[in-house]
C-alpha cells in the first residue's frame, strides 16, 4: 500500500481546496481511509472519514465545510474543502487501515501536505 496526498497550498480565509490521495494497493472495499491534520504545537486531528461500508463522518471543526469522497476506479480519495480559516493551516495527511483493524490504529499513512490558510 502506498498513499501519495497532493493539492495542498497557500489560501486566502474563504477560499476552497481539493486535496488528492493516490491509494495504490488499496481496495476500498476492504479499507477504511481518512484524512488526519496536524498543525504545529496540536496532535494530529481526524478530519473527515469514509468506512469501508461507505459510510462518512466528519470532525466538528470541519462539518459542512469539508468533504471525503473516493474514486474507486482511479483509486483516488479526495478532501475538498470549502470556506477555509485560518485555523485549518496544518499538514494533512491521507492514511488506511484494513476493515478489520483497530478504528484508532491507521496502518498506511501518506507524507502529508501542507496547506496554509492566511487571514
Known amino acids: 500500500v502506498q498513499l501519495v496526498e497532493s493539492g495542498g497550498g497557500l489560501v486566502r480565509a474563504g477560499d476552497s481546496l481539493r486535496l488528492s490521495c493516490a491509494a495504490s494497493g488499496v481496495m476500498f472495499s476492504s479499507f477504511t481511509m481518512a484524512w488526519f491534520r496536524q498543525a504545529p504545537g496540536k496532535d494530529r486531528e481526524n478530519v473527515a472519514t469514509?468506512?469501508?461500508?461507505?459510510?462518512?463522518t466528519y470532525a466538528e471543526s470541519v462539518k459542512d465545510r469539508f468533504t471525503i469522497s473516493r474514486d474507486g476506479a482511479q483509486s483516488m480519495v479526495y478532501l475538498q474543502m470549502n470556506s477555509l480559516k485560518p485555523d485549518d493551516t496544518a499538514v494533512y495527511y491521507c492514511?488506511?487501515?484494513?476493515?478489520?483493524?483497530?478504528?484508532?490504529?491507521?496502518?498506511?499513512w501518506g507524507q502529508g501536505t501542507q496547506v496554509t490558510v492566511s487571514s
Open positions: 469514509f468506512t469501508w461500508r461507505g459510510e462518512r
Open positions: 492514511a488506511a487501515r484494513y476493515y478489520y483493524d483497530d478504528p484508532n490504529e491507521y496502518r498506511y
